[in-house]
């Protein structure tokens, strides 16, 4: 199996749930801007929507999209679902998906005005403190990690790298993730870990 990804875009979800899941996987660094794999190829030969992630299984088929990924993930790994039937956590991967990943859009664009980059701050500072209200003990549904918890942990990172402020208990949220160990092995794949101290 092979993940594409580009080192922190919402690729990083996908990074952290598959080691969380233990199973065994290549990594394969896209430019996104290039479209090149690090290896040389035309990434939009292998998915031709141009962007990551992009999971490669075994037997060839391409699967693209966070919530389907994260999705096969839970599935194949219960531990990291919902018990009763996988509906809260597509609900919730929609919500992550729809409301607040895109909604970011602006403040990755470099033509954004100022105007429209505080707009979407203000969207997605309601939109987190949605998920604020809905965090139930440590992560989103209770005490047990989900795939859900490493797409909002991956767009919490792009909160605070546009210094959005993320309300309470959120950024708990964020030290908690980066303490698992599968956490901090995506990011040290995709170069994004913190140094530490000595």
Partial sequence: ???????????????????EAGVAFDR????????????????NQ???????????????????????ILS??????????????????????????????KGFKPLFKPDAT???????????????????QRMDGDYLFGNR???ADAYIFVMCLWAQKNGLDLPAPLPAFVTRMKARPAVRLALEHEGLAEPTAS
């Fill in 1 to 19: 199996m092979k993940l594409y990804l580009a080192p922190g875009a919402c690729s990083l979800a996908d990074h952290i749930a598959l080691h």
């Fill in 28 to 43: 394969v660094k896209v430019d996104l801007k290039t479209k090149r794999t690090e290896d040389g190829r035309d990434f």
């Fill in 46 to 68: 292998i998915n031709p929507k141009g962007y990551v992630p992009t999971l490669e299984f075994d037997d060839g088929q391409v699967l693209t999209e966070n919530i389907a």
């Fill in 72 to 101: 096969v993930v839970a599935e194949r790994t219960p531990q990291l679902g919902l018990e009763g039937g996988p509906f809260r956590l597509l609900e919730m991967l929609s919500f992550i998906s729809t409301e607040i990943h």
């Fill in 114 to 132: 100022p105007a429209e980059k505080q707009a979407a701050g203000e969207i997605l500072g309601k939109r987190f403190g949605y998920l604020a």
């Fill in 145 to 147: 990690f989900t795939v």
